[in-house]
T-cell receptor, first 111, second 113 residues
């Protein structure tokens, strides 16, 4: 059974800092991994999708890496802004028609 | 290009009642999945529908049932509501096995009193 862990659970940083969110998973047999953003009480917005054959994906200030053999992914946010404040969720697609989620990292970026 | 649409956005029900939530997938997607998200937790998989059939089911009781229509839209039904069913219900659409990722809707907030 796939298990996904996200560290840290919460993070508070001043505006402008670069930061790293961590995601680990127990079964390396994955199809892909997806990072989502969730604002309070809202749905999930997809940020980046990394296929199992890829090492990283970039979108603007966001960069996600994947090390499948060690069961780890990181989401790097450059030059953080108050608008980046949200919960960030890592989800692993191991097939079987399901996504397995971590509990998320709650990020607060203060002006 | 419309994304995933869910209705209603909020719902309040009494214990023991039944509820139906609705989802229209992103244009071009043929698979719909439902997730339950309790406060402070990650979403938990309920089930997935493809070609109008339930393809996979998570660890949820039979009180949770669903349906997919020929136009790929889907409904989630919950019978005999319990207080513990209060959660954000998320619908996600995708193509086969989510190889191009999943697109989620804004969710339905269900409160059972």
């Amino acid at each position: 059974k796939q298990e996904v862990t996200q560290i840290p659970a919460a993070l508070s940083v001043p505006e402008g800092e670069n930061l790293v969110l961590n995601c680990s998973f127990t079964d390396s047999a994955i199809y892909n991994l997806q990072w989502f953003r969730q604002d309070p009480g809202k749905g999930l917005t997809s940020l980046l999708l990394i296929q199992s054959s890829q090492r990283e994906q970039t979108s603007g200030r966001l960069n996600a890496s994947l090390d499948k053999s060690s069961g780890r992914s990181t989401l790097y946010i450059a030059a953080s802004q108050p608008g980046d404040s949200a919960t960030y969720l890592c989800a692993v697609n191991s097939g079987y028609s399901t996504l397995t989620f971590g509990k998320g990292t709650m990020l607060l970026v203060s002006p | 290009d419309a994304g995933v649409t869910q209705s209603p956005t909020h719902l309040i029900k009494t214990r023991g009642q039944q509820v139906t939530l609705r989802c229209s997938p992103k244009s071009g997607h043929d698979t719909v999945s439902w997730y339950q998200q309790a406060l402070g937790q990650g979403p938990q998989f309920i089930f997935q529908y493809y070609e109008e059939e339930e393809r996979q089911r998570g660890n949820f009781p039979d009180r949770f049932s669903g349906h997919q229509f020929p136009n790929y839209s889907s409904e989630l039904n919950v019978n005999a509501l319990l207080l513990g069913d209060s959660a954000l219900y998320l619908c996600a659409s995708s193509l086969w096995e989510g190889m191009r990722g999943y697109t989620f809707g804004s969710g339905t907030r269900l409160t059972v009193v």
